[in-house]
């Protein structure tokens, strides 16, 4: 690492900007990624509406298809406005080759199981030819052909996410509907056997539990997973959920609430009654469904809500169009909102009861 990158990573951490990115991604920065970052910050700093830096957060969809039926999700619900469909190979291609030098962090996930996307290997491998640092969330609750999981866990990938939210069947399936446990923990299995055996850095291997009120009784028994297991790390997150509704699957404790929510204590990136805060989504990145359409952020599924198609247009057109301009105006000056858009409706409370919900779920919509 060029004495150069090391001063400009020591400014970043000095300036508290690396709360923004994951920190697994450090490794992947170059000296053009750390610049734009930096831009980036600042102008949310100084709450520049038409920016110059390029979005470095994007969660990108490989497929809103899910195998799954979670009852807190409009995709589980089969609420969803938006039509089911898999991401075109040669798109995600061209998109990811636009952001290469700008582009600290991808998610290859959103309201589907990415894993169901019969090229996804190929589009992760294509991630770490450009330098790109690679996430996938996946529920691998799936009878993968024989030979995947290798060639998955060999692709290049940076880091996988596996959710696991009960140390029994039982557990497990109150809210991964149709999911196995047993083929999970066997796909854990075999995935950490296949990374050991080739000696291999990457992929980071994270399995999680959601914290909720069946699963409570179950969270030493499932941090116990991590030696067994040999992953990297282990987590116990917190829900989102319609705070409307008296979900059943609301944990006891209220440290595994965030405090967004009424009663809770866990921090949050959200605004809550005491503290109003700006949200980092209009200068940081957004969310590319399949299709190319943009939404805001990883909690709103709406097509009616959507800032244009970045697959159709051109990125920094796209990244000052009047829904972003809008978007910033929120919370820069409301004064200078051009359009009415679904952040202008949120404002970064992301849990208050009065925005509108797709049906039971957490998700949010105009």
Excluded at 241 to 268: C, H, M, Q, R, W
Excluded at 316 to 342: H, L
Aim: proline fraction near 3%; charge should be positive.
């Amino acid at each position: 690492m060029s004495e150069n990158l090391i001063d400009k990573l020591e400014y970043i951490k000095e300036k508290g900007y690396l709360e923004h990115i994951n920190p697994e991604a450090i490794p992947f920065l170059t000296s053009k990624k750390i610049d734009n970052f930096i831009l980036a910050c600042e102008e949310k700093e100084k709450g520049i509406l038409k920016v110059k830096s390029l979005p470095y957060h994007i969660v990108l969809e490989p497929t809103n298809a899910c195998n799954l039926r979670c009852p807190l999700c409009p995709t589980g619900l089969e609420l969803s406005d938006r039509k089911k469909g898999i991401a075109k190979l040669n798109e995600i291609k061209k998109f990811l080759y636009s952001v290469k030098d700008s582009c600290i962090q991808i998610y290859l996930q959103n309201w589907g199981e990415p894993t169901l996307h019969k090229n996804i290997c190929e589009i992760v491998s294509y991630c770490q030819e450009l330098g790109l640092w690679s996430h996938i969330s996946t529920n691998f609750s799936l009878n993968y052909k024989d030979g995947f999981l290798k060639k998955l866990i060999k692709s290049g990938l940076s880091y996988i996410h596996i959710d696991i939210d009960g140390t029994t069947q039982e557990v497990y399936s109150e809210y991964r509907k149709r999911g196995n446990l047993s083929l999970v923990l066997k796909n854990l299995e075999e995935v950490c056997k296949i990374k050991k055996e080739n000696n291999l850095t990457y992929p980071k291997i994270q399995i999680s539990m959601l914290a909720m009120k069946q699963n409570e009784h179950q969270h030493e028994e499932f941090l116990k997973f991590k030696k067994k297991y040999g992953v990297d790390f282990i987590s116990i997150d917190k829900i989102q959920f319609n705070p409307n509704l008296n979900s059943k699957f609301i944990p006891k404790n209220k440290e595994f609430i965030y405090s967004s929510y009424d009663g809770g204590k866990a921090t949050t990136k959200s605004s809550t009654t005491f503290s109003k805060k700006k949200c980092h989504w209009p200068w940081s990145g957004f969310v590319i469904n399949y299709d190319g359409n943009i939404s805001a952020c990883c909690i709103v599924d709406d097509p009616n809500s959507d800032f244009e198609n970045v697959f159709k247009d051109d990125l920094m057109k796209v990244w000052n169009n009047k829904y972003f301009i809008s978007a910033r105006a929120e919370f820069v000056d409301r004064k200078k909102i051009i359009t009415n858009t679904i952040c202008n409706i949120c404002k970064n409370e992301t849990h208050k009861k009065d925005l509108k919900r797709l049906g039971a779920s957490f998700a949010i919509q105009k």
